[in-house]
């Protein structure tokens, strides 16, 4: 990545900052939700891109969220800081004990699988008293460093902190992709075995994938626990789970800011549905999907590609 | 990469301003969020009823035929203008909708919520956005035990009245009740009713109970088969349940069938939306509550009246409990306001609304518990019976706000565990 | 002895329901390669049109017995209709996509039709209990049973034997098992496979709402009753081997005696029963019982 390119990179960032900080509270809200999903779904894609489509990243999502209300409310820790590197290293730990197990798994056996892990968490969730069983319990307001923001000021806190992420995980996933590490993946969807040949262990790619988007998923869950205030163990209910694999499949998997624009797009084209046909916004949700299956099979992100293939490309 | 972000920033900003709403704000208006659901398996049972009393009662109350002493047009003479939206998709997804609501729809106050899920995740937002809100249906303690807030109202009672009066109805209406079984959803919900019921019958009979088996299937689960089997098998002196809805409706044919609620006392803590779909399934001795004094056993009053006549009238079928609490609410609102004055600010309202005597069409509400944000009503129970086929309540019990209702201030499980004292029963 | 018989006969009954609403899901998953998530919704569809025609026909009157023709003629007639349109007006351009794709294919299917039986029927509670109520009880040894559901376990049995009989001794039937086994191959031996997977989508639907028909008499048939039923039938699916007839058989009756058992014993356990199962079958055998394995790609 060049020198231009990365500050062009900082001003764009700094501008969606500045520019969530702007906008209307309910939108800013809605963008710093949408980036939180974002997150979790750019985890999805990284395991996409090796032909692994799970179903159970809402199992991450949720003990993100689970770990970041609980260090708010019973541990008195309000530190974003804390909290993300807290629910990062708890959802890894996870990820790297049941991810021996799911990554001997493929294609749907592999989604069925993530899926039951998720909804045995879902399970021990609605079970649990001390938790609110299934009406959950309230996340205190974040801090930084110290500096208490307040009820108003937190949401703006948290906003920062999401652009933040976006960001540098987003800088962070291009580069991951474009390594051997991250090639490999690709090679593990078009042929597993040619791979191994090569001297590539199959295995630990897959498993390397799944512990970063599971961190991934964490960092998304705490995001959206933190700003919406409030967590429930339908955040690892199978249906969450199949929401990010509808935004993975409304972006593509095509560049690591797809998944980032599709939770945008999603996020307001649920709203937008909702508000306007209270009755029968799933239906509408439901067509968008079959419209971008149809005539986007890879995504939103290939109009940007159509795009720009018009114009001459310069090598990277 | 940088061409493909900025395009990706653009579309972004494209689209976040570009769907920005018109907000035409007009001053004879009182644009009033609403919330319940349309969709889903609460929606038939609970949302419908509720939307249908809110059309209804939003129509009187602006045309100004709401019977004596209510009176006036509107509220302070704006007009009631609703905005609906569905409740399902979780409470994430309502907070969200909340601040839409109240940012893009400039809505002047919202009354809705049937989870309780939803209830204890909305009103921080509501705090934040100095909104006021009306919760109207949902059950759990917690709201206003693990917080006090100025913005948020609740104008029905909580679940743990339901079924603390429940135990005081069975341990004075069964001799020698020795034993219990249990069958309620596995959510908070009907953990907390099943808790709140069990340790209620210990404080009241000293520990001298049994519980034979507890039951805890999955919410809308539909099939209760094994469930009645191991009820049969562990039987006990009477069953308790909070299912509601749909749940309701399978248990009542599926354990009608089998015999089990001829054989057995069963009480159903929110049974009452079940009477007008399966009331010839259910057998005479059947023990009912309504979650409040409401439907069969509302006070007689001209404002119960009017509302059990024309709702029967304009949808067809009688007002069933989350009927009545959303018409509570609504009332609710309308004489805090009158109460306030013409003009009033958000903080006028708010004061009178703290504390605030008012009957509902299910007789009087005290806005008496939560410092003066939660209510306490009366709650009843019945036994089903049949005069010339038609279905009527005998043995019916009133159970006074405060005996039933924890003193403000205090928490639920501890008031029970402790004795309950300063309950007055009579 | 009471309890192990409760717990034997409680299982029996909630395995038959649990392969009814399995076999048509297994059945399109093993021929088309689609694990069709709108199963849930043809479920729906058949339990409101079922519940709905048998609210209709005793008002008008007639034998109460010729309700159970009306009952399942009804979900049937509108399971079909539905099965051709969605599989003839959408799936047939979509086949050949990945399989994941094609459940958010299916994915979408399920939330408009949600949304189009709420549209259609509105959202209060339909009843059809009079074929329930209609067949009595039994009482033995303390316990007493419906007799509708001594019926259920009969038809599991029954449309388990006609998929069976339909796939070994019928023409149309080994040509669909040669389409499991080898579709390119079996395209180039001249088999119309277009038309066997239009057959098949229609069949799986069919018994969907079948099995919505026959478990409206025993509840109220509310909005959002087939997305409960979509996890459950995944979970003996999956037990079974994706695919399989038989393997949906032996996965319901494991998953059914799993829960009757912890419903009696440890009724604490209910709600983790069925994952737990699956988890159990899956560490050991991936595909699940009684699929054959995948080769992987070379």
Same mark, same amino acid.
């Given at each position: 990545?060049?020198?231009?390119s990365?500050?062009?990179?900082?001003?764009?960032?700094v501008?969606?900052?500045?520019?969530?900080?702007?906008?209307?509270?309910?939108?800013?809200?809605?963008?710093?939700?949408?980036m939180?999903k974002?997150?979790?779904?750019?985890g999805?894609?990284?395991?996409?891109?090796?032909?692994?489509?799970?179903?159970g990243?809402?199992?991450?999502?949720?003990?993100?969220?689970?770990?970041?209300?609980?260090?708010t409310?019973?541990?008195?820790?309000?530190?974003?800081l804390?909290?993300?590197?807290?629910?990062?290293?708890?959802s890894?730990?996870?990820?790297a004990?049941?991810?021996?197990?799911?990554?001997?798994?493929?294609?749907?056996?592999?989604?069925?699988?993530s899926?039951?892990?998720?909804?045995?968490l879902?399970?021990?969730?609605?079970?649990?008293?001390?938790?609110?069983?299934?009406?959950?319990?309230?996340?205190?307001?974040?801090?930084?460093?110290?500096?208490?923001?307040?009820p108003?000021?937190?949401?703006?806190?948290?906003?920062?902190?999401?652009?933040l992420?976006?960001?540098?995980?987003?800088?962070?996933a291009?580069?991951?992709?474009?390594?051997?590490?991250?090639?490999?993946?690709e090679?593990?969807r078009?042929?597993?075995?040619?791979?191994?040949?090569?001297?590539?262990?199959?295995?630990?790619?897959?498993y390397v994938?799944?512990?970063?988007?599971?961190?991934?998923?964490?960092?998304?869950?705490?995001v959206?626990?933190?700003?919406?205030g409030?967590?429930?163990?339908?955040?690892?209910?199978?249906?969450?789970?199949?929401?990010?694999?509808?935004?993975?499949?409304?972006?593509?998997?095509?560049?690591v800011?797809?998944?980032?624009?599709?939770?945008?797009?999603?996020?307001?084209l649920?709203?937008y549905?909702?508000?306007?046909a209270?009755?029968?916004?799933?239906?509408i949700l439901g067509?968008?999907?079959l419209?971008?299956?149809?005539?986007?099979?890879s995504?939103?992100?290939?109009?940007?590609?159509r795009?720009?293939?018009?114009?001459?490309?310069?090598?990277? | 990469m940088?061409?493909?972000?900025?395009t990706?920033?653009?579309?972004?900003?494209?689209?976040?301003?570009?769907?920005l709403?018109?907000?035409?704000?007009?001053?004879?208006?009182?644009?009033?969020?609403?919330?319940?659901?349309?969709?889903?398996?609460?929606?038939?049972?609970?949302?419908?009823p509720?939307k249908?009393?809110?059309?209804?009662?939003?129509?009187?109350i602006n045309?100004?035929?709401?019977?004596?002493?209510i009176?006036?047009?509107?509220?302070?003479g704006?007009?009631?203008?609703?905005?609906?939206?569905?409740?399902?998709?979780?409470?994430?997804?309502?907070?969200?909708?909340?601040?839409?609501l109240?940012?893009?729809?400039?809505?002047?106050?919202v009354v809705?919520?049937?989870?309780?899920?939803?209830?204890?995740?909305?009103?921080?937002?509501?705090?934040?956005?100095?909104?006021?809100?009306?919760?109207?249906?949902?059950?759990?303690p917690r709201?206003? +035990?693990?917080?006090?807030?100025?913005?948020?109202?609740?104008?029905?009672?909580?679940?743990?009245?339901?079924n603390?009066?429940?135990?005081?109805?069975?341990?004075e209406?069964?001799?020698?009740?020795?034993?219990?079984?249990?069958?309620?959803?596995?959510?908070s919900?009907?953990h907390?009713?099943?808790?709140?019921?069990?340790?209620t019958?210990?404080?009241?009979?000293?520990?001298?109970?049994?519980?034979?088996?507890?039951?805890?299937?999955?919410?809308?689960?539909?099939q209760?088969?094994?469930?009645?089997?191991?009820?049969?098998?562990?039987s006990?002196?009477?069953?308790?349940?909070?299912?509601?809805g749909?749940?309701?409706?399978?248990f009542?044919l599926?354990?009608?069938?089998?015999g089990?609620?001829?054989?057995?006392?069963v009480?159903?803590?929110?049974?009452?939306?079940?009477?007008?779909?399966?009331?010839?399934?259910?057998?005479?001795g059947?023990i009912?509550?309504?979650?409040?004094?409401?439907?069969?056993?509302?006070p007689?009053s001209?404002?119960?009246t009017?509302?059990?006549n024309?709702?029967? +009238?304009?949808?067809g079928t009688?007002?069933?409990?989350?009927?009545?609490?959303?018409?509570?609410?609504?009332?609710g609102?309308?004489?805090?306001?009158d109460?306030?004055?013409?003009?009033?600010?958000?903080?006028?309202?708010? &004061?009178?609304?703290?504390g605030?005597e008012?009957?509902?069409p299910?007789?009087?509400?005290?806005?008496?518990?939560?410092?003066g944000?939660?209510?306490a009503?009366?709650?009843?129970?019945?036994?089903?019976?049949?005069?010339?086929g038609?279905?009527?309540?005998?043995?019916?019990t009133?159970?006074?706000?405060?005996?039933?209702?924890p003193?403000?201030g205090t928490?639920?499980?501890k008031?029970?565990? &402790?004795?309950?004292?300063?309950?007055?029963?009579? | 002895?009471?309890?192990?018989?409760?717990?034997?006969?409680?299982?029996?009954?909630?395995?038959?329901?649990?392969?009814?609403?399995?076999?048509?899901l297994?059945?399109?998953?093993g021929?088309?390669?689609?694990?069709?998530?709108?199963?849930?919704s043809?479920?729906?569809?058949?339990?409101y049109s079922?519940?709905?025609?048998?609210g209709?026909?005793?008002?008008?009157?007639?034998?109460?017995?010729?309700?159970?023709?009306?009952?399942?003629?009804?979900?049937?007639?509108?399971?079909?209709?539905?099965?051709?349109?969605?599989?003839?007006?959408?799936?047939?351009?979509?086949?050949?996509?990945?399989e994941v794709?094609?459940?958010?294919?299916?994915?979408?299917?399920?939330?408009?039709?949600?949304?189009?039986?709420k549209?259609?029927w509105?959202?209060?509670?339909?009843?059809?209990?009079?074929?329930?109520?209609?067949?009595?009880?039994?009482?033995?040894?303390?316990?007493?049973?419906?007799?509708?559901?001594?019926?259920?376990?009969?038809v599991?049995?029954?449309?388990?034997?006609?998929?069976?009989?339909?796939?070994?001794?019928?023409?149309?039937?080994?040509?669909?098992?040669?389409?499991?086994?080898?579709?390119?191959?079996?395209?180039?031996?001249?088999?119309?496979v277009?038309?066997?997977?239009?057959?098949?989508?229609?069949?799986g639907?069919?018994?969907?709402?079948l099995?919505?028909?026959?478990?409206?008499?025993?509840?109220s048939?509310?909005?959002?009753?087939?997305?409960?039923v979509?996890?459950?039938?995944?979970?003996?699916?999956?037990?079974?081997?994706?695919?399989?007839?038989s393997?949906?058989?032996v996965?319901?009756l494991?998953?059914?005696?799993?829960?009757?058992?912890?419903?009696h014993?440890?009724?604490?356990?209910e709600?983790?029963v069925?994952?737990a199962?699956m988890?159990?079958?899956?560490?050991?055998?991936?595909?699940?019982?009684?699929?054959v394995a995948?080769?992987?790609?070379?």
């Open positions: 990545m060049s020198k231009r990365l500050a062009l990179l900082l001003i764009l960032g501008a969606t900052l500045v520019g969530g900080l702007l906008l209307p509270n309910w939108m800013s809200y809605l963008f710093t939700i949408a939180g974002g997150l979790v779904v750019l999805l894609v990284l395991l996409m891109r090796a032909g692994l489509v799970s179903f990243q809402g199992l991450y999502y949720c003990l993100g969220a689970y770990v970041a209300g609980m260090l409310q019973f541990a008195e820790v309000t530190d974003v804390l909290i993300l590197l807290a629910s990062v290293s708890f890894v730990v996870i990820a004990i049941i991810g021996l197990l799911l990554c001997r798994y493929r294609e749907i056996f592999f989604a069925m699988f899926m039951a892990f998720s909804m045995i879902y399970g021990l969730l609605v079970r649990n008293q001390v938790l609110g069983s299934t009406d959950g319990f309230n996340v205190a307001n974040p801090s930084l460093l110290g500096w208490a923001p307040g108003e000021g937190a949401s703006n806190l948290v906003l920062a902190v999401a652009v992420l976006v960001f540098t995980l987003g800088i962070l291009w580069r991951y992709l474009k390594s051997l590490s991250g090639y490999a993946g090679a593990v078009e042929n597993e075995i040619r791979l191994e040949y090569l001297g590539g262990s199959v295995f630990k790619i897959i994938k799944y512990i970063i988007a599971a961190g991934l998923a964490a960092i998304g869950g705490t959206t626990a933190l700003v919406s409030h967590v429930d163990p339908e955040m690892a209910y199978w249906t969450t789970s199949g929401e990010f694999v509808f935004i993975a499949l409304m972006g593509g998997t095509g560049h800011a797809a998944p980032i624009i599709a939770a945008v797009l999603f996020e307001s649920r709203t549905a909702s508000a306007v209270p009755y029968t916004w799933q239906m067509f968008a999907l419209a971008i299956i149809l005539f986007l099979p995504g939103l992100w290939s109009l940007v590609e795009f720009q293939n018009k114009k001459p490309r310069k090598a990277p | 940088k061409h493909s972000l900025l990706a920033a653009t579309v972004a900003c494209a689209m976040t301003t570009g769907g709403s018109l907000n035409a704000y007009a001053a004879d208006e009182y644009k009033l969020g609403l919330v319940t659901f349309l969709s889903g398996a609460a929606s038939g049972p609970f949302g419908i509720a249908n009393a809110a059309d209804l009662v939003i129509d009187a045309d100004g035929t709401l019977p004596a002493p009176k006036g047009n509107g509220i302070d704006r007009m009631i203008t609703p905005v609906y939206l569905d409740e399902a998709g979780g409470a994430t997804k309502q907070t969200a909708e909340f601040r839409n109240v940012e893009r729809d400039g809505v002047d106050a809705g919520y049937i989870s309780s899920g939803d209830c204890l995740a909305i009103p921080s937002v509501a705090e934040e956005l100095k909104t006021l809100t009306v919760l109207f249906d949902c059950g759990t709201v206003f +035990e693990e917080a006090d807030y100025k913005y948020v109202f609740r104008t029905t009672a909580t679940a743990s009245m339901d603390i009066a429940a135990a005081r109805y069975v341990h209406n069964l001799s020698d009740l020795q034993t219990i079984a249990g069958i309620n959803q596995n959510y919900w009907g907390d009713s099943w808790r709140d019921f069990t340790e019958l210990k404080v009241l009979r000293g520990g001298d109970i049994e519980i034979t088996t507890e039951q805890f299937p999955k919410l809308f689960a539909g209760y088969g094994a469930e009645i089997s191991a009820l049969q098998v562990n006990a002196d009477v069953i308790h349940t909070s299912f509601w749909g749940d309701t409706d399978a009542v599926q354990a009608a069938a089998r089990l609620l001829a054989d057995n006392e009480i159903f803590t929110a049974g009452e939306t079940a009477l007008n779909s399966l009331g010839e399934h259910l057998p005479d059947a009912i509550g309504a979650r409040g004094p409401f439907g069969p056993f509302a007689e001209e404002l119960n009017w509302f059990q024309e709702f029967t +009238e304009r949808f009688p007002p069933t409990f989350p009927a009545y609490h959303m018409a509570q609410a609504l009332i609102l309308k004489l805090a306001h109460q306030a004055g013409v003009g009033a600010s958000t903080d006028e309202v708010i &004061s009178s609304f703290e605030l008012f009957y509902g299910g007789g009087k509400v005290e806005m008496s518990r939560g410092k944000h939660q209510a009503t009366e709650m009843v129970y019945g036994r089903l019976t049949r005069v010339d038609e279905i009527t309540f005998t043995d019916i009133r159970y006074p706000a405060d005996c039933v209702n003193p403000d928490e639920t499980l008031w029970i565990q &402790s004795g309950m004292p300063g309950a007055e029963c009579n | 002895m009471k309890q192990l018989l409760a717990i034997l006969v409680d299982g029996s009954v909630y395995a038959s329901w649990l392969f009814i609403i399995s076999a048509g297994t059945l399109i998953y021929v088309m390669r689609i694990l069709n998530m709108s199963h849930g043809f479920y729906a569809l058949g339990a079922g519940a709905s025609m048998v209709w026909y005793f008002s008008t009157g007639s034998v109460p017995w010729l309700s159970f023709v009306v009952l399942i003629g009804a979900a049937l007639a509108a399971g079909v209709t539905v099965g051709l349109l969605v599989e003839r007006g959408l799936l047939r351009f979509m086949y050949g996509r990945d794709v094609m459940i958010l294919v299916t994915y979408a299917v399920l939330l408009i039709m949600e949304d189009a039986i549209l259609i509105g959202v209060e509670p339909y009843f059809a209990y009079q074929p329930y109520t209609m067949l009595g009880r039994t009482k033995f040894m303390g316990l007493t049973f419906a007799n509708y559901d001594f019926m259920l376990i009969g599991s049995i029954l449309i388990g034997l006609a998929l069976w009989y339909g796939l070994n001794r019928t023409r149309n039937g080994k040509l669909l098992r040669v389409i499991i086994h080898d579709r390119e191959i079996a395209g180039a031996l001249g088999i119309n277009s038309k066997i997977f239009t057959i098949t989508f229609v069949i639907a069919g018994i969907g709402a099995a919505g028909a026959l478990t409206a008499p025993g509840l048939v509310v909005p959002g009753m087939g997305i409960e979509i996890v459950l039938a995944f979970a003996v699916v999956v037990i079974g081997g994706l695919g399989s007839i393997g949906a058989l996965g319901a494991i998953v059914g005696m799993a829960r009757a058992t912890a419903v014993l440890y009724p604490e356990v709600l983790f069925i994952y199962v988890g159990l079958v899956l560490a050991f055998r991936p595909q699940g019982l009684f699929a995948n080769a992987r790609k070379i």
